[in-house]
């Protein structure tokens, strides 16, 4: 089993996040606009941002397995995003990047090299959801391969926002016929 090994594209380096990127780490998450379609409220302060890094990604990288990385540019090795997949079924992707490096397939390209380390790991499949007011995190899903299962509606937390939300499925085993519950 492997904790995040470091993976490498054409542009990126996918990382852990250590705490000397908690200055980076709070840049990402406390854009309004960037963590607009996630389940949590933007940072309001580097403190949080200390206590965020402790919670979401210290404590996995302490797993025997674990796919959490802050997504760096090559050039300069600084968290400019991330990308993660949970550890439970129905093993989740997620994602987000930093509101100046929008549209240029960045995510897409973190993926596809995330999707090359999963395989080679064996790894069996994983879902992605997106709110449908986000349709540009599903068109990163159709990019990488994934297809559309079903929508579905949700009261997200801590917000109380009713979502709805497309659910996409990537089968990296060859079962194709696999279908994902609503979790």
């Known amino acids: 089993?492997?904790?995040?090994?470091?993976i490498q594209s054409e542009r990126l380096i996918l990382r852990k996040f250590t705490e000397t990127d908690l200055p980076a780490l709070y840049l990402i998450f406390q854009d309004k606009d960037v963590n607009q379609f996630l389940p949590w409220y933007p940072l309001d302060s580097p403190e949080q941002a200390r206590s965020f890094f402790e919670q979401r990604y210290a404590s996995q990288y302490v797993q025997n397995q674990s796919y959490a990385y802050a997504i760096c540019l090559k050039e300069d090795n600084v968290p400019i995003g991330y990308i993660e997949l949970s550890m439970k079924e129905p093993y989740?992707?997620?994602?987000?990047?930093?509101?100046?490096?929008?549209?240029?397939?960045?995510?897409t390209e973190a993926a596809l090299a995330l999707i090359q380390q999963l395989k080679?790991?064996?790894?069996?499949?994983?879902?992605?959801?997106?709110?449908?007011?986000?349709?540009r995190s599903g068109g990163v899903m159709q990019q990488i391969g994934m297809k559309y299962q079903y929508s579905y509606e949700e009261i997200v937390q801590p917000k109380n926002q009713r979502i709805l939300f497309r659910l996409y499925l990537l089968n990296l085993d060859g079962h194709h016929d696999r279908q994902v519950a609503h979790f």
Do not use: C
Not at 96 to 106: M, N, V, Y
Not at 120 to 125: N, Q, S, V
């Open 1 to 6: 089993m492997k904790n995040s090994p470091e």
């Open 92 to 107: 989740e992707l997620g994602y987000g990047l930093k509101k100046e490096f929008w549209h240029q397939k960045i995510i």
């Open 120 to 135: 080679a790991d064996h790894f069996p499949y994983f879902i992605a959801t997106h709110d449908v007011r986000n349709p």
